[in-house]
């Protein structure tokens, strides 16, 4: 029995899967993997307490550790944190000069996440 996808969607809605609220946004962030120490730049889509959607020019496999800092808009010192790729999806730019250039929506759960850390976290995202 085929059901449309958009019928599906009214029935389960995306939003309530998740345990924790993800916020978009579009700050910059720096990341590397966990055993390399030369950090690159990349953007940040949408943020919650727990993980992160990053848009990379890098495919990264799902399990891999990856290490992240970013500094939230009104904070001094940029957050810290480590996380696991969860899923990675490839993304089709639709401008001109970014036709050839591959792009990575990436999807990351942190771990091992100080408690100042998240704290820090949820002040910068109630903010938003």
């Known amino acids: 029995m ?4 958009g019928r599906l969607r009214r029935f389960w809605p995306k939003t309530k899967h998740r345990r924790t609220r993800r916020y978009k946004i579009d700050w910059p962030i ?3 993997r966990l055993r390399t120490s ?4 990349a953007k940040i889509r949408d943020l919650s307490q727990t993980g992160v959607g990053i848009i990379l ?3 990264f496999e799902p399990g891999s550790d990856i290490h992240l800092e970013f500094t939230p808009p009104g904070q001094q010192a940029p957050l810290t944190v ?7 999806k490839e993304v089709y730019p639709v401008r001109k000069p970014f036709q050839d ?3 990575y929506f990436v999807g990351i759960r ?6 100042e850390t998240v704290a820090h976290l949820a002040a910068a995202l109630e903010k938003k």
Do not use: C, M, N, P
């Open 38 to 41: 030369s950090a690159k730049g």
């Open 2 to 5: 085929k059901i449309a996808l």
């Open 110 to 115: 942190f771990y091992d996440t100080q408690r």
């Open 30 to 32: 720096r990341y590397h």
């Open 101 to 103: 250039i591959r792009f």
């Open 57 to 59: 020019q890098e495919i």
């Open 82 to 88: 480590t996380g696991q790729v969860i899923w990675t």
